[in-house]
């Protein structure tokens, strides 16, 4: 196999090698006898295999056997200093361009084994149920647009509004009065017509409705307000389908994300943090049950519903990619305005009894 060295620099620094990537992680490599700088140089000059690396050595004086030059690269590979040159790109110049920073961005997370064109194939491969074209379902749109995934599935039932207007960035003026879902749809067509997509008008009253849309999707993001358990309907739903989900809201002055995935993480079911404590009466927990009455949606404003869908977009990338694990897998992610948007990560344990959970266990079992 062909290996490239990923752009760094180094400079020797007494008995080893200074290397740096990533600014903020400065490597230190023994290097006492110079064969791993000498090994670097060898491949900052191109594409090499260990065999020709090993013979350009050799024709240096550098005394290293093809085992030396197979552990280096090794050792290089586990430091995330490899790729494969023939895997840089996509190989067809118009989507190249149109990937390139989505390949910039993995060229981080690549290694031998696992490529930059790999991470943005599956991607492209993957279908994506966007549950609400709203506050945040909008942002989501875009971000998945722009992360070129290669279908979405929009769910809607809303018009168009002039009161959408501070933070719904897909719709125009002339929009007012047309189905969100059909410019959501066109928006995305128009952006690249490379994805499918597919505007579904629907009221969402019960887990059925979600049935046959949470079919042959990879991934679900968003949600649904239109009741205060709305979300254990999604819930119930991924979990029947097997399909994970990201999902997320706003409570006055904190807006948090999750996700689920089904039968790996505990379900939204499990997170009874919301949930009065059934004992002795008290103050807090009376707050508690009068805050599950009140009605959230609508404090949105552009900044945080971008940030909202961005973060959730995020966390979906790390579902159809799998650059790195889902990391808001079985835990409110809560982002508090009043602290400066601090990201407070709030795990919850998986309830040993949940009825949700047993459905995702039932269905792999199945
Ligand atoms: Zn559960």
């Known amino acids: 196999m062909r290996v490239v060295l990923k752009e760094c620099a180094w400079a020797p620094l007494g008995d080893g090698l200074v290397l740096v990537r990533d600014p903020r992680e400065a490597l230190t490599l023994a290097d006492p006898d110079g064969q791993v700088a000498a090994l670097l140089e060898e491949l900052s000059t191109g594409p090499a295999t260990a065999a020709e690396l090993s013979a350009a050595l050799s024709a240096r004086g550098?005394?290293?056997?093809?085992?030396?030059?197979?552990?280096?690269?090794?050792?290089?590979?586990?430091?995330?200093?490899?790729?494969?040159?023939?895997?840089?790109?996509?190989?067809?110049?118009?989507?190249?361009?149109?990937?390139?920073?989505n390949l910039t961005f993995f060229a981080s997370y690549a290694r031998r084994d696992q490529s930059r064109a790999e991470f943005v194939r599956r991607v492209r491969a993957s279908r994506v149920l966007v549950l609400g074209a709203g506050g945040v379902g909008s942002s989501v749109v875009q971000c998945l647009a722009g992360l070129g995934v290669g279908a979405m599935t929009i769910v809607d039932r809303d018009d168009v509004e002039p009161r959408n207007f501070a933070r719904q960035f897909l719709y125009r003026h002339r929009d007012v009065g047309r189905s969100k879902v059909a410019r959501a749809a066109e928006w995305v067509r128009e952006y690249d017509p490379g994805i499918e997509v597919r505007p579904v008008e629907r009221w969402i009253i019960g887990p059925g409705d979600l049935a046959d849309l949470v079919e042959d999707v990879d991934l679900v993001v968003g949600g649904i307000d239109s009741e205060q358990d709305a979300h254990l309907w999604v819930n119930e739903a991924v979990l029947r389908a097997g399909v994970p989900w990201v999902g997320g809201g706003m409570q006055r002055t904190q807006f948090?994300?999750?996700?689920?995935?089904?039968?790996?993480?505990?379900?939204?079911?499990?997170?009874?943090?919301?949930?009065?404590?059934?004992?002795?009466?008290?103050?807090?927990?009376?707050?508690?049950?009068?805050?599950?009455?009140?009605?959230?949606?609508?404090?949105?404003?552009?900044?945080?519903?971008?940030?909202?869908?961005?973060?959730?977009?995020?966390?979906?990338?790390?579902?159809?990619?799998?650059?790195?694990?889902?990391?808001?897998?079985?835990?409110?992610?809560?982002?508090?305005?009043?602290?400066?948007?601090?990201?407070?990560?709030?795990?919850?344990?998986?309830?040993?009894?949940?009825?949700?959970?047993?459905?995702?266990?039932?269905?792999?079992?199945?």
């Open 256 to 366: 948090m994300y999750f996700s689920v995935d089904p039968g790996r993480s505990p379900c939204l079911l499990c997170d009874e943090s919301d949930r009065p404590d059934p004992g002795e009466p008290t103050s807090a927990g009376v707050a508690q049950r009068l805050s599950r009455s009140l009605r959230f949606n609508n404090a949105l404003i552009g900044p945080i519903a971008m940030q909202l869908g961005s973060l959730i977009a995020y966390e979906a990338l790390r579902y159809l990619s799998g650059f790195e694990p889902p990391r808001a897998a079985g835990a409110q992610v809560v982002v508090d305005l009043r602290t400066g948007l601090v990201p407070v990560w709030q795990p919850f344990p998986r309830l040993a009894d949940c009825p949700a959970c047993a459905l995702a266990v039932a269905e792999v079992r199945s």
């Open 62 to 101: 550098v005394a290293v056997s093809a085992a030396d030059v197979a552990a280096g690269l090794d050792g290089l590979d586990s430091l995330g200093l490899l790729e494969r040159p023939d895997e840089q790109t996509l190989g067809d110049p118009d989507v190249d361009a149109r990937q390139f920073s």
